[in-house]
């Protein structure tokens, strides 16, 4: 067994604070993960219901890709990303491939390492071909912590101390029906989002237009067709098809931010393609390899990605399409294509969002509950159903990380992960492949979880 205390001393000493781990009050560490949990130095199992953020869609110690991973250990493991090596050609014509199955739009694919590099990546791309930096994102959006990408996020407290450096982001609502002045009529929350960017147009005093040239000062709008940390917000249906209708008159291009959705977490391969909409970018990581090897990229269409517009050595990082990476990318469209998911992943979302509408219903500290696919949100309010309450969405949290749940005459813990405005809503990212028995057993946890915090 670990010694925990000693090596907190030492963490104490030689680890920095500007990471999250120290959000966590005591900290936490795992020894050991399999399937939907992991596992702790006392070898009590917690049901994770957050998959490393989105980014283990396939599950923790999934041999399928674990033997990927090892073959092309023993094959060929690094490479300068100056040179090719199959998998990084094979893998460029999947990701295109799946995403030309929605748009009829040819396009070529970019590697990074990391989200906020794909992010990093697009910002540059986004300003080779419109000349100009300044962007529309949404409140509550979340892209990243680098520098570029933090400046496009729209909490202040990732871009205080760092500046804009080049980047300056519009800010506007996003769809929130739950928070809108509409709750109740989702058809009058839609108009209202909808009205509140259509303003921005109606005069140049309203600071987006230059009407005389024809020009915006903003050149693409950055979204999440589902957001992330701001809450897994689903906005309603027609939404984006309204807004993209404004963006295409003045030639405003559309950044599908699919780091975190992508990769059937909605029951599609992109979560885009609920909506209707075809993106000029898109981005992706996360699930890209099942968490298993920092890789992510973009695709954008021919016309802003093409070798006179983004020529060699336009952006580039020496991990960029490492074989390891591009091997596990492999491994998850061959997955995938094993799978059903749409039907699978539409099936089992249902069932947990039903499960979460009757605990909706016997407590009345849960003011809302939505999902799409296995993209689900729990909204932590105080009695009257309305009001946020972070405080007991933090001791939800630390009560399942304490690993003394009792559940059929064992201890267990749950993973939770807080997001949303007022960070009070529990972000549901659970593995693809959780069971039904699993989803069953949140249900205990979590109920076990509400009461002994409000009784």
């Given at each position: ?36 949990f992991?596992?702790d ?15 283990v ?49 040819k396009?070529?694919?970019h ?53 804009e ?43 987006i ?163 799409l ?37 064992k201890k ?36 076990f ?7």
């Open positions: 067994m670990i010694n925990i205390n000693e090596l907190n001393k030492k963490e104490a000493i030689y680890c920095s604070w500007g990471d999250t781990v120290h959000y966590n009050n005591p900290l936490k560490y795992f020894t050991s993960c399999n399937g939907s992991m596992i130095e006392k070898d009590i199992e917690y049901l994770d219901i957050q998959m490393a953020y989105s980014a869609n396939f599950g923790y110690k999934n041999s399928f890709f674990n033997d990927k991973l090892i073959n092309q250990i023993n094959k060929l493991p690094q490479i300068a990303s100056e040179y090719l090596h199959e998998d990084k050609i094979l893998l460029s014509k999947r990701i295109n491939d799946s995403i030309e199955k929605f748009t009829n739009t396009g070529r694919v590697f990074n390492v990391g989200g906020s590099q794909a992010i990093d990546d697009s910002l540059k791309l986004v300003s080779i071909n419109k000349g100009s930096r300044g962007v529309f994102a949404y409140e509550g959006s979340y892209h990243g912590r680098s520098i570029g990408a933090s400046s496009i996020t729209s909490s202040y407290r990732y871009r205080n101390r760092y500046g450096f080049g980047n300056r982001a519009c800010f506007i609502p996003f769809p929130y029906i739950f928070r809108s002045p509409f709750p109740d009529d989702p058809q009058k929350a839609e108009d209202y989002y909808v009205q509140q960017f259509e303003r921005l147009f109606e005069s140049e005093y309203q600071g237009v230059d009407f005389k040239r024809n020009e915006t000062e903003f050149v693409a709008f950055y979204i999440e067709p589902i957001q992330g940390t701001g809450g897994y917000i689903i906005p309603p249906k027609n939404y984006f098809k309204r807004i993209k209708k404004i963006l295409d008159e003045y030639n405003i291009l559309i950044v599908d931010d699919e780091i975190q959705m992508g990769f059937f977490r909605t029951g599609k391969m992109w979560a885009i393609e609920h909506f209707g909409i075809e993106p000029d970018i898109i981005t992706f990581g996360k699930s890209l390899t099942n968490g298993l090897n920092p890789l992510s990229g973009l695709w954008a269409k021919e016309e802003l990605i093409n070798p006179e517009k983004w020529s060699a050595g336009s952006t580039h990082s020496t991990f960029g399409s490492n074989p390891l990476g591009m091997s596990l990318g492999m491994a998850s469209f061959d997955w995938i294509e094993k799978k059903n998911y749409e039907k699978e992943i539409t099936k089992k979302g249902k069932y947990f969002l039903n499960g979460l509408k009757e605990l909706k219903k016997k407590y009345k500290v849960i003011g809302d509950v939505d999902g696919g296995l993209a689900l949100r729990i909204e932590i309010c105080f009695p009257d159903g309305r009001t946020p309450n972070k405080e007991l969405a933090d001791k939800i949290k630390n009560d399942g990380l304490s690993g003394k749940i009792e559940f059929n005459g267990y813990g749950l993973i939770l992960d807080v997001g949303g405005y007022y960070k009070n809503v529990f972000t549901l990212a659970p593995s693809l492949e959780i069971t039904y028995d699993e989803i069953d057993m949140f249900f205990e946890l979590f109920e979880l509400i009461k002994m915090n409000i009784e």
